[in-house]
């Protein structure tokens, strides 16, 4: 497989700005990669598909706000710093993205926020638009993350030309979102709401949490032709001894056991024991999935509708097949699904 075989045009109106009013109204796509037929759902009519011990495996990453807006010294020009991840509590060391990236040099002071009482020297340059940041701020560690939290924004994708809104801040996380560290949104988990949650579990679904928090190299474009020399970026997983035991009764007992979103499963696929059960794992994957490959926990997936030449959109040709999401998509194009983060679902059996 090679990186142009995942190109497809996708119309500007198809791609969603603003999420569906209610959570569970968006639409959802259902492939059947057994019999290849393609049904139009509404994506709280999910419980229909599922059974009484069949497994949910969910990703409860939270997104903090990760995009700030700062002043360089001297200039006063306004530049933009992405939160990557933080190196060192202690130190206060952070990996981020800085736009425009020409105007930043090590050495350079950056201030936040109208009092200023919060600064950040850079250290370093990682990539041309990468930098390590120290931030210098008179408080306590729990006292500068508040800081962090009161001046950042929610880190909507940029595709999503309008400004942030207040709505944001809730909508584009999960409601089941708790351990933070995420940039961005696992997005196929935004359809779920309380009361499908409630509806599922009556009907007997297991549920099993898991934790990948969602960094950009999700969504880093490729730059290779030959898809096996691409690098995914490492991400901080987790997947707890409770969750093991749920989604290994549902693969011992034959049930449909369904990774929401591809970040869920990228964490299953990371820690798979050699009789394809799944083990207990704490600590990083660079899994990148991509055509032919064998999947070993998950039979089911939810996903959202990806970009043109995404590892998302990949990973979920490998699942359910090249030419079936090619067919998949083109429908989706015709029939006006809505894409991207805030878009619809597809549900894939």
């Known amino acids: 497989m090679k990186l142009s075989n995942f190109g497809f045009t996708l119309p500007d109106e198809l791609l969603a700005e ?85 105007k930043i040099r090590i050495g350079n002071k950056l201030y936040f926020g109208e009092d200023e009482t919060l600064v950040a020297e850079v250290i370093d340059n990682t990539t041309s638009r990468g930098r390590t940041l120290r931030f210098l701020f008179d408080g306590s560690y729990d006292e500068f993350r508040n800081k962090l939290t009161e001046l950042g924004e929610t880190p909507l994708p940029k595709y999503i030309k309008r400004e942030v809104e207040p709505e944001d801040a809730e909508r584009y996380q999960t409601i089941f979102a708790k351990n933070e560290g995420a940039v961005a949104a696992p997005t196929a988990g935004l359809h779920f709401s309380k009361h499908l949650l409630k509806r599922l579990e009556i009907k007997g679904v297991n549920m099993a ?80 999935i991509f055509p032919p490959y064998d999947f070993s926990i998950a039979n089911a997936m939810i996903s959202n509708f990806h970009t043109p030449k995404s590892t998302l959109l990949m990973m ?18 015709k029939e006006k699904y809505k894409f991207y983060s805030y878009g619809d679902a597809m549900l894939i059996i």
């Open 209 to 288: 949490e898991v934790t990948l928090h969602v960094g950009l190299g999700t969504f880093s474009s490729v730059e290779v032709e030959d898809l096996s020399k691409h690098k995914m970026d490492s991400e901080e997983m987790e997947i707890d001894q409770k969750a093991v035991d749920v989604i290994n009764a549902g693969i011992n007992r034959k049930k449909r056991v369904c990774a929401v979103g591809t970040t869920a499963m990228r964490a299953l696929e990371s820690s798979v024991s050699t009789n394809h059960t799944l083990n207990p794992y704490k600590g990083w994957t660079n899994k990148f």
């Open 316 to 333: 979920v040709s490998a699942f359910a097949g090249h030419d079936f999401i090619k067919e998949a998509y083109a429908e989706a194009i």
């Open 18 to 102: 603003y999420p569906a009013p209610n959570r569970d109204e968006s639409r959802l796509m259902v492939l059947n990669r057994k019999t290849k037929t393609i049904e139009h759902k509404m994506f709280k009519d999910l419980i229909d598909y599922f059974e009484e011990d069949d497994v949910l495996v969910t990703n409860n990453t939270k997104v903090f706000p990760a995009r700030l807006f700062g002043n360089k010294e001297k200039t006063g020009a306004r530049i933009e710093v992405f939160l990557l991840r933080e190196l060192n509590p202690e130190t206060r060391l952070w990996d981020v993205l800085v736009d425009p990236a020409r």
